[in-house]
């Protein structure tokens, strides 16, 4: 305003000396005429102040707009950090050591040192907004072990879709030490499926249902967790099998004692099943499994029980085709393709107790003990395409851990008797195995 007050004031000035310097010439003029030229300047200085107002009130809308579009630039670089913020990144550098009774290269060198695995992992929330994500490197492979968005529709209320764990049997391993057991082997723990599942929490109970589309991302078996699979690249016998779990149906309901206490005890109760697609024969089998488990968590021990049945009802090519016989089901995990009884129970108990300790840089000590035993339904092989019988498989894993901050060091006495064929050989005896996982978490 004080800007058009001076150029007005400038204006009227100009007006002012350009009439007093012209009034010898006025005075000969005619009066009307006189008024006239008046009255056109001070047309003019209006229209100037006019065209000032306008570029003044153009360059205040700019500036608004201007601000406008500086506060909403804001607002979005704030919502994206508060979402990196609720973000938590994740990974795990690991190196093992492995001594096997049964190599003659262990024997002659004292065992092996090698890379574990890698990985890189992010679990966040936005808003109702969910996701996780985990992908994994080893030597020589490489593959996401879950991927998923999810959203928060109520507080007892969540939604997941991708690559999401199914929920069976005892969460979220299903053992409580570092190797695994044999229905983690055997697919029915701690396994990852597309499709999409709802969990639902009211007090001391929790429901979950899921459907899954496949049963991996791609047909290979460089995944985790086992599942049935159709890789020509890596067949058990002549040729693999090629069957592929679609189109599944899972459920699990648990209900927890002592919730809210340091004494719990959840039993759960849970069942899968849906197609089984044989990609060579072009025809649908079928598939179900059920479980009841038992988890227990008392101060500083931990138990885990879970009794599991199941069967693969399999359209597989003849078996003079594939060299694999019908009563195995060839599955794969971890870039390895096994078999396991087409029809059966599997059995597992764990025991754990963890200590905190105040030894320097030590501050906590883990012992742990699974055992697990399948009991196929009629005649079973690991080996020779599933041609034969063997005695039914076992598997034990003794062990602790030791923490240290961000390290941490697995020491595991790993047992078994035909075990899959995933462990040891398949002799009818029992051979060991000492491991060694030690890295860092970040």
Do not use: C
Not at 258 to 287: C, P
Not at 302 to 320: G, K, M, V
């Amino acid at each position: 305003m004080a800007q058009r007050s001076f150029k007005a004031a400038g204006l009227a000035m100009g007006v002012t000396g350009t009439l007093a310097f012209a009034a010898p010439a006025l005075a000969q003029q005619d009066t009307e005429a006189m008024q006239r030229q008046l009255d056109a300047l001070r047309a003019q200085v209006e229209r100037m102040e006019q065209q000032l107002n306008a570029q003044q009130s153009t360059a205040t809308a700019d500036s608004d707009q201007a601000s406008s579009q500086t506060r909403d630039l804001a607002k979005e670089n704030r919502s994206l950090i508060e979402s990196i913020q609720d973000s938590q990144f994740s990974g795990t550098l690991q190196l093992k050591g492995v001594y096997n009774d049964w190599d003659e290269v262990d024997k002659d060198t004292a065992g092996d040192m090698d890379f574990g695995k890698f990985t890189l992992g992010v679990d966040g929330q936005h808003d109702d907004f969910l996701y996780a994500f985990e992908y994994r490197f080893y030597d020589g492979y490489q593959f996401l072990k879950k991927g998923w968005m999810g959203y928060q529709a109520t507080d007892n209320d969540t939604v997941k879709v991708g690559l999401v764990q199914t929920p069976f049997g005892n969460m979220d391993y299903g053992y409580l030490g570092w190797y695994g057991n044999l229905p983690y082997l055997a697919g029915f723990n701690d396994n990852q499926n597309a499709g999409i599942k709802w969990d639902h929490t009211q007090g001391a109970w929790d429901t979950s249902l899921a459907f899954f589309k496949s049963d991996q991302l791609g047909d290979g078996d460089e995944h985790y967790g086992a599942n049935a699979v159709a890789d020509p690249s890596n067949p058990v016998g002549n040729s693999p099998q090629g069957n592929s779990a679609e189109n599944q149906l899972a459920a699990r309901v648990a209900y927890t004692f002592g919730q809210g206490t340091d004494y719990t005890t959840e039993i759960n109760f849970s069942a899968k099943g849906g197609q089984l697609y044989n990609k060579q024969t072009n025809e649908s089998g079928s598939n179900w499994q059920a479980a009841v488990g038992l988890n227990g968590s008392y101060g500083n021990w931990y138990t885990l029980l879970q009794a599991t049945a199941y069967e693969y009802a399999a359209e597989n090519p003849a078996e003079s085709t594939t060299g694999v016989s019908d009563d195995v089901l060839e599955i794969g995990a971890f870039g390895f393709s096994y078999l396991i009884p087409a029809k059966g129970q599997t059995y597992s108990a764990s025991v754990a107790y963890s200590m905190d300790v105040n030894w320097g840089d030590i501050d906590n000590l883990y012992f742990y003990n699974d055992f697990s035993y399948i009991s196929p339904n009629g005649d079973y092989s690991p080996v020779n395409g599933g041609f034969g019988n063997v005695d039914d498989p076992m598997l034990n894993d003794l062990g602790m851990k030791v923490t240290a901050g961000p390290y941490y060091a697995w020491f595991s006495v790993i047992s078994g008797k035909n075990a899959l064929n995933y462990f040891g050989p398949v002799d009818g005896d029992w051979h060991t195995s000492l491991q060694t996982n030690f890295g860092l978490n970040f």
